[in-house]
């Protein structure tokens, strides 16, 4: 026996949508870099770029305000365009080495405005590029249930 089944008419996907649009406007300079961004509810980021067209520095002015929030600052660069150091809004400022001969990150560490090491992280790879591990030598092993618990992950990668 031959069962028939009615087609089902389309779904009314637009019922599901939201009644109104959400909109995000970014500004560019003739060069093509991005100057801001203004998000659905107004918040506005501003963006800062060196004569050499790198980013400098970010700012954020919530909407409904007029006092601008740095976001990152003083920003600096290697020869290789990779960022070496930067300043957090909060005074933190983070510093990047890389390997010279492959440009991979090898160390990252992070120091609050008082000069005190919040992280320092190292990390490893294999030869395809993939990260093994990472240490945050600013963290001391700890101890607990008789087990040594150090501040580093390991990664495995299936092939």
Do not use: M
């Amino acid at each position: 026996k031959t069962k028939k089944l009615k087609l089902l008419a389309e779904p009314d996907r637009d019922a599901l949508l939201e009644p109104v649009g959400l909109q995000t406007r970014w500004a560019f300079n003739a060069q093509g870099e991005d100057l801001a961004q203004t998000d659905a509810n107004g918040n506005v980021q501003r963006f800062s770029h060196g004569a050499d067209g790198q980013l400098r520095a970010v700012e954020l002015t919530l909407a409904n305000t007029e006092q601008p929030q740095t976001l990152v600052s003083a920003i600096h660069y290697d020869a290789f365009n990779q960022v070496e150091q930067e300043t957090a809004g909060n005074g933190v400022v983070s510093r990047y080495v890389y390997d010279q001969q492959d440009g991979r990150l090898t160390e990252l560490s992070a120091l609050s405005a008082d000069g005190s090491v919040l992280q320092k992280l190292n990390y490893s790879y294999d030869p395809a590029g993939n990260v093994l591990l990472i240490n945050d030598a600013s963290q001391p092993d700890r101890y607990c249930g008789n087990q040594r618990i150090e501040p580093i992950n390991r990664y495995c990668y299936d092939t």
